[in-house]
């Protein structure tokens, strides 16, 4: 969808649309009080995760306009993978900081289906160029 309404709007406008609808549908649902419960490194990492949000998405907005979808759904399905582990590190490092994650060896065998899956998709889904 939001590569169709990149004929329409600048990647910039679209994500200012989906994270002002985001806030106005999460808002209920948060709690802003908790925010002074946070100590330093809690707040470094809170920071950290927002920053990276705002550059992640804004990435994924210009490579819509600029490379094929089916090639940003292959990137983008790694993520999760990607997630996982930065969540492990930091964990290995900080344990009091981040909880590990529990998934287990069929949650990591559906998660390498998804990402080879994405990536042949996107790989054998393309025409061979004519030759001239």
């Known amino acids: 969808m939001q590569k169709q309404l ?8 679209i994500l200012a649309v989906i994270y002002l609808f985001s806030a106005l549908l999460l808002w ?3 709690h802003p009080s908790a925010l002074a419960d946070l100590n330093a490194l809690h ?3 809170l ?3 927002a920053l990276n949000t705002l550059v992640a998405y804004g990435a994924f907005a210009e490579a819509l306009e600029h490379w094929q979808a089916s ?3 292959a990137v983008l399905a790694t993520t999760p993978m990607l997630c996982l582990g930065v969540v492990a590190l930091v964990h290995a490092f900080w344990p009091e ?3 590990s994650e529990h998934v287990g060896l069929l949650g ?3 998660a390498v ?3 080879v899956g994405s990536a042949l998709s996107s790989l054998l889904g393309q025409r061979p160029e004519e030759k001239a």
């Open 47 to 49: 920071l950290y995760c």
């Open 113 to 115: 289906l998804v990402v």
């Open 97 to 99: 900081a981040v909880a």
């Open 71 to 73: 090639r940003v759904s």
């Open 43 to 45: 707040w470094a990492l």
């Open 6 to 13: 990149l004929l329409k709007l600048s990647s910039q406008h």
């Open 28 to 30: 209920p649902f948060a």
């Open 108 to 110: 990591f065998a559906g």
